[in-house]
């Protein structure tokens, strides 16, 4: 056996791959949207960093789900966190500063996603049911806290730090994005801590016999999942100089889908943080490119519908076929 | 096929029993293995052959008896504890995650940190090293392996077994319990497993083995103990002994007192 035949079939596992599927499916997006919309200003590099800006809560969420996944849970709580987050952090921005306003909310993630854990480990009832619920709560709660009042933000630090600023001439959104997604990639790749994150997902009974605190895993990952939508609250309530309990509403089905689509694997053991990212870049463009060709709102939620739909098709077909 | 025990005993157990409600799963197991002796566990159905490997392996707690490692009374309340005074079980499933590779199977919650301090707190892994303690770990068993980036469930059902064997000695196990190691596997990879086994016996390990093919037990034990109903019945060298002879233990229809 040559050393040629060997790499071209490497070479072709590694084209064949699931992971490898969102970098096709990207860049045919993206052709797609660049050759319909040519004479527009979608192929500019300016109206990239606007989704990138745009997207980088999700993207946050979606690195974050990503966690939850990787156990083998799903969480739809984390779209209501968004919310219930940004609400707190804009109302203790009233009183306090910058610091505390921003543990208040994470905080708010921190709570949820332990209530979560532990229902669902107490329990013993599915992610879906338990997060399920507690996304009803935490939704109610964040229409509660203003009566469904809108609570600016003037903090002009804040709207910096979450929003319009700049470090080392990146917007700051987009240095969230790294910084947030970065670290993701490292535990989840490089250390033992994602290591036992999938092992948990891939066998559970394997991760117990082995030693791995399987119930003490999974609660971390729910937490994490949760402090990052928190997080995206926070990013949201900066760029927009305000919260409102509609934040992070419509955005459950769109990071799902941006994580499906991403190669992470929605029954556990398999995380792909960079194809979330790109995941959630895709459902941006996606969004940019039809609000340019004039579809409606209703026409992209479809769109993301059909995503979700193509991705989970995709996964369980892998599940079946091994 | 007697080969020379080094006499020292490795495990101890003494009086072993074990009730699920009104079930008498044990009722007085007491056998004892030595260093690097390959000592076969068997019994009909319902004997009580996995309800014994879970006290020993810490997954349930006997209800009373003893158990001695290397001459000390140990108690075992956890699978980390069997661990820690040298058990290491190969799981009738195996144990693996299907989607790791080898070598992050092997190395399953026992990860090669990175030298540097920083980076070892963090729990940064050394996958280098641990490649490498994988490649050595696997050689010296004689095990062939494709790829150590290979996915396990892309592995043979041998292979497989190989890797868990890997892994229970490459911890430094003094005893090890396999359940059925090659009743899933054809005639040859049977063999390998066989041969797997005696490695590890001429190593020192002390092997506990259970299987319902009475072949395999001749082929690879020194000794085979007998659970009937829950009771250790006979204790016997398989050399002095013909197949037939051990069915008719394990049936209950032969009695050698034990
Ligand atoms: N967790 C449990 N709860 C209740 N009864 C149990 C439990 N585990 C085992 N038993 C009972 O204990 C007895 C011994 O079972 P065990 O699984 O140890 O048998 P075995 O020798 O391994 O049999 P096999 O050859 O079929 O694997 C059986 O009567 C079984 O029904
Ligand atoms: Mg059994």
Known sequence: MSIQTLSFNQLKQIALQREAFIYYIFFFVLLFFAVLLHDTAFLTLSNFMNIVKQTAPLTIMAVGLTFALAVGHIDLSIGSVVALSALVG????????IPLAVIGALLVGVT???????????????????????????TGIARQLTNLESVPIINQDFTFFFGSGKVLGMPILLFWTVVIGGCAYIILNKLSAGRHLLAVGGNPFAARAMGIKVTRVRLYALIASSTAAALAGLLYAGRLHGARYTLGEADLLTVIAAVAIGGTSLFGGRACIIGAILGSWLMGIINNGLILSGFSTNEQMIARGIILVMAVAIGVKELRHG | M?????????LELASITKSFGGVHALQGVTFTINKGEVVGLLGDNGAGKSTLVKCISGIHAPDSGEIKVNGNAVFINSPEDARAVGIETVF?????IPEFNIVQNLFLNREIKHKNPLLRWLGWLDTKAMTKRARKSLNRL??????????IHNLSGGQRQAIAIARAVNWGADIVIMDEPTAALGVEQSAQVNDLIKIISSQGVAVLLISHNMQHVVETCDRAVVLY?????????????????LVGLITGAKKIAA
């Open chain 2, 229 to 245: 109903q829950g009771r250790s019945v006979a204790d016997v060298a398989v050399a002095e002994v013909t197949k037939e002879d």
């Open chain 1, 90 to 97: 804009a109302l203790l921005l009233q009183h306090t500063g």
């Open chain 2, 92 to 96: 009738q499933d195996l144990a693996m």
């Open chain 2, 2 to 10: 007697v080969r020379s025990a080094l006499d020292q005993v490795a």
């Open chain 1, 112 to 138: 949820v996603g332990l209530i979560n854990g532990l229902l669902i480990e107490r329990l013993q009832v599915s992610s879906l049911l338990i997060t399920l619920g507690t996304m009803g709560i935490v």
């Open chain 2, 142 to 151: 004689n095990t062939r392996i494709p790829s150590y980036k290979e996915q």
